[in-house]
C-alpha cells in the first residue's frame, strides 16, 4: 500500500537530509509529507538535537511577491526559510525517487490573528477571544488562502496537504487555555460559532434567521457561564435542535457553503500551479486526538460540525485525508468506511496513522489498522510523524506495511 512518513523541516534540520529520507526510505515509504506552513507549538521530540523543538507560526521559503503584494495577510517566514530548505529536501528526494507532498496549514496561525483580530472567529457575545482561528468567510482570509495554496504548490510539491482549511473548534482557538466552568460538548460547539458580519451576512443570504440564532446562542451559552447545568451528550443535528433550536442548526449548516466555496477556489489555485489539493479534514483529530478513544459518531458524520460537507467536497477535490486517531482497528475501518460512502469511490482516500502514543502500542497493532484502511477502501496510509516519535516506534512501521527491516 503507499504512503508518506510526515516530517517537520526542524527535524530534518536537525539530522540531516539524506539521513532522514534514508531512515524513510529504509521503512519501504517512497513518499514524505513536509510541513511547508505551519503554526506554533513545543513538541517534545525524542531524537532531535535539542530533544524539545519550539515551532513557530509561517512558511519555510520566502512568500512569493507576486502572489502577496497588495494583500493584507502574509505568512511569517520561518527561521533559516531564505536558505530554501524544502528545495534541498525536494532535490533530495528526487534522486532517490521518493515524492514530496506540502503539509499546509491554512487558517490556524496565532501571529496573523494577535496582528488582525478583525479577520478572526467573532463569538456569539462579539468576543475575538480565537486569535488562533482565521474567519473563512472575511474576504482577506479568502485571499490569503489561496495565495498560501499557490505558493506551497509553486515548492514543486506532488500535493499540497490542506489542514485547516475550514472552521476551528472552540478548543483550538489560542495556545494555552483554561476554562474552569463545566461546559458540554453543545455548549463548546455553540461558543464556537462564528458571528462576524461575513458569517451573518452569508447565512442571511442562505435563508436563515442569523441574528436569532446568535442570541440563542447568547442566551444558552451566558447561561452555563451564569451557572446553569451544561448540556450532556455528543453533537449531532437532532440534539443541538432540541437544546438551542432550529435557526441555530440551520445556521450552523449554512457555514459549509462558506468552506465548499473556499475549497473549491484553493483547489482550483492549486491545480493552476500543476500540482493538486488533498482535504484535511481536522474532525478525526477533535475526536481522537488527546487519548486515541474517539466518541462514537463517525469522524466523516460529524464533519458538518466544522463547515466540511464532504458530499460536496467529492466532486471539487481530488484527494482527502482521514485522520484516523483510534486505538481499535475496527474503528479505523468503520471511519476509513464512512468517508469513502461520503466522497465517491472514484477520490483518493489518505489515511493518518500514528505508529505511537496513544494509539498504537505494538507493531501488532499498528498491522491490523493497515490491514483496516486497505479493507475499508483507503488508498494509502501516511504515518504521523517522523520526530515526535522514537526511533523504536518508527520501526514499527516497515513490519505493519509488509515490508520488513
Given at each position: 500500500m503507499d504512503g508518506s512518513v510526515y516530517v517537520y523541516v526542524e527535524d530534518v534540520r536537525d539530522e540531516g537530509v539524506a539521513q532522514v529520507l534514508d531512515r524513510i526510505a529504509g521503512y519501504g515509504m517512497r513518499e514524505i509529507t513536509v510541513a511547508a506552513a505551519?503554526?506554533?507549538?513545543?513538541?517534545?521530540?525524542?531524537?532531535?538535537?535539542?530533544?524539545?523543538?519550539?515551532?513557530?507560526?509561517?512558511?519555510?521559503?520566502?512568500?512569493?511577491?507576486?502572489?502577496?503584494?497588495?494583500?493584507?495577510?502574509?505568512?511569517?517566514?520561518?527561521?533559516?526559510?531564505?536558505?530554501?530548505?524544502?528545495?534541498?529536501?525536494?532535490?533530495a528526494a528526487a534522486d532517490r525517487r521518493m515524492a514530496v507532498h506540502g503539509w499546509t496549514v491554512f487558517l490556524h496561525n496565532?501571529?496573523?490573528?494577535?496582528?488582525?483580530?478583525?479577520?478572526?472567529?467573532?463569538?456569539?457575545?462579539?468576543?475575538?477571544?480565537?486569535?488562533?482561528?482565521?474567519?473563512p468567510a472575511h474576504p482577506d482570509v479568502r485571499l490569503y488562502a489561496v495565495a498560501l495554496a499557490r505558493s506551497v504548490a509553486r515548492q514543486g510539491v506532488h500535493s499540497v496537504v490542506a489542514e485547516s482549511l475550514h472552521f476551528g473548534a472552540f478548543a483550538q482557538g489560542y495556545l494555552s487555555e483554561r476554562c474552569f466552568v463545566p461546559l458540554g460538548p453543545m455548549d463548546e460547539f455553540l461558543f464556537g460559532l462564528c458571528?462576524?458580519?461575513?458569517?451573518?451576512?452569508?447565512?442571511?443570504?442562505?435563508?436563515?434567521?442569523?441574528?436569532?440564532?446568535?442570541?440563542?446562542?447568547?442566551?444558552?451559552v451566558g447561561g452555563v457561564l451564569d451557572g446553569d447545568p451544561p448540556a450532556q451528550g455528543e453533537v449531532t443535528r437532532a440534539a443541538l435542535t432540541a437544546y438551542a433550536g432550529p435557526e441555530?442548526?440551520?445556521?450552523?449548516?449554512a457555514r459549509s457553503e462558506t468552506v465548499t466555496s473556499l475549497v473549491s477556489e484553493v483547489a482550483s489555485a492549486v491545480s493552476m500551479e500543476g500540482s493538486r489539493l488533498t482535504?484535511?479534514?481536522?474532525?478525526?483529530?477533535r475526536k481522537g486526538y488527546a487519548d486515541g478513544l474517539p466518541p462514537a459518531g463517525l469522524a466523516a458524520h460529524d464533519a458538518w460540525q466544522l463547515g466540511v460537507d464532504l458530499?460536496?467536497?467529492g466532486d471539487l477535490v481530488p484527494s482527502f485525508g482521514v485522520l484516523a486517531y483510534a486505538r481499535d482497528a475496527a474503528r479505523v475501518a468503520d471511519?476509513?468506511?464512512?468517508?469513502?460512502?461520503?466522497?465517491?469511490?472514484?477520490?483518493?482516500?489518505?489515511?493518518?496513522?500514528?505508529?505511537?502514543?496513544?494509539?498504537?502500542?505494538?507493531?501488532?497493532?499498528?498491522?491490523?489498522?493497515?490491514?483496516?484502511v486497505k479493507a475499508a477502501g483507503g488508498d494509502a496510509v501516511d504515518f504521523h510523524a517522523y520526530g515526535l516519535v522514537p526511533y523504536s516506534v518508527l520501526n514499527r512501521i516497515p513490519g505493519a506495511v509488509g515490508r520488513k527491516l
Open positions: 505551519y503554526h506554533a507549538a513545543r513538541d517534545v521530540t525524542p531524537h532531535g538535537a535539542s530533544r524539545v523543538t519550539i515551532r513557530s507560526d509561517g512558511v519555510h521559503f520566502p512568500p512569493p511577491p507576486d502572489l502577496f503584494d497588495g494583500l493584507r495577510l502574509v505568512p511569517p517566514m520561518q527561521a533559516g526559510a531564505r536558505d530554501e530548505p524544502l528545495a534541498i529536501l525536494r532535490e496565532t501571529t496573523l490573528g494577535l496582528a488582525n483580530q478583525d479577520v478572526t472567529v467573532q463569538d456569539c457575545f462579539g468576543g475575538r477571544g480565537f486569535p488562533a482561528a482565521l474567519c458571528f462576524c458580519q461575513w458569517c451573518m451576512r452569508r447565512a442571511t443570504d442562505l435563508g436563515v434567521k442569523a441574528e436569532v440564532a446568535r442570541e440563542e446562542c447568547a442566551r444558552i441555530v442548526v440551520a445556521y450552523a449548516r482535504f484535511l479534514d481536522g474532525t478525526g483529530h458530499v460536496a467536497l471511519d476509513v468506511g464512512a468517508y469513502r460512502r461520503s466522497v465517491g469511490n472514484d477520490r483518493e482516500l489518505r489515511v493518518v496513522l500514528r505508529p505511537g502514543r496513544p494509539d498504537t502500542d505494538s507493531e501488532d497493532r499498528l498491522a491490523a489498522k493497515v490491514r483496516a
